[in-house]
């Protein structure tokens, strides 16, 4: 699985302020060279920003600790959940997503808890790893 935009997802911790770029026109007013410098005030994490990774990770964790996963002591990008024909793990790299189960209902069910939080593209069955 593929997140879409997945740093877009994450929520900030800090308040962040950006310069608004040269061009962008205001209500009525064009930012140029001659013009104050304006600010805005980051509501969402952005690509780019330092802590937009993780910030996506911490909001991808909660989701999946809320629905009852357990995160790994020794892998923070794995989380597990039941136990032998009901054992599922989810693997996360950046957004990327891996799925691992002995039941295609405990994939589906991940699956579509998954994109009930998230946009993402389910990109088959893995090639590599």
Not at 41 to 65: C, D, E, H, M
Not at 83 to 88: D, G, Q
Not at 94 to 118: C, E, G, W, Y
């Amino acid at each position: 699985l593929d997140i879409n935009n997945a740093f877009l997802n994450g929520d900030l911790e800090e308040e962040i302020y950006m310069k608004i770029p040269q061009g962008y026109a205001t209500s009525n007013t064009c930012i140029n060279s001659t013009t104050a410098p304006l600010v805005c005030k980051l509501n969402r994490s952005i690509y780019g920003l330092k802590q937009a990774s993780r910030s996506w990770f911490n909001t991808f964790s909660n989701t999946l600790i809320s629905q009852g996963y357990k995160q790994s002591k020794y892998d923070y990008t794995l989380f597990t959940k039941g136990s032998n024909s009901t054992f599922i793990a989810i693997l996360v790299y950046v957004d990327d997503i891996m799925l691992a189960s002995p039941s295609t209902s405990m994939i589906n069910m991940a699956k579509t808890m998954l994109q009930q939080h998230f946009k993402l593209k389910d990109l088959g069955d893995l090639k590599f790893f």
